[in-house]
């Protein structure tokens, strides 16, 4: 993914807050390569989850680690972990 793709600049992780309603919005770019652990990582580092373990527990035992697609990816904060999964793994 290239930012000249998007009218905003792409980075791993953009945040947007949505103060009418403070739901807050996730942009996820997820390249090629990336693990679930990576990914689990970016969502810890942008304070979505606390732990890695949250993420990388479920996908595991739903068997969907290396169904991650690569791309630009949005969550919010309303998202539950089950919905964060399946739009990751989800082409």
């Known amino acids: 993914m290239l930012e000249r793709d ?15 309603n403070e739901e807050t919005v996730l942009y996820v770019v997820i390249h090629e390569g990336m693990t679930s652990d990576d ?3 970016l969502l810890v580092d942008s304070g979505f989850i606390s732990t890695t373990n949250e993420f990388i527990e479920p996908i595991y035992e739903r068997e969907r680690q290396t ?23 989800t082409p």
Do not use: K, M, W
Request: glycine share 2%; proline share 2%.
């Open 6 to 20: 998007y009218d905003f600049p792409v980075s791993e992780t953009e945040r947007i807050v949505d103060e009418r």
């Open 67 to 89: 169904q991650i697609q690569t791309g630009l990816h949005n969550v919010t904060n309303e998202y539950s972990i089950d919905e964060i999964i399946e739009t990751f793994t």
């Open 39 to 41: 990914v689990a990582q």
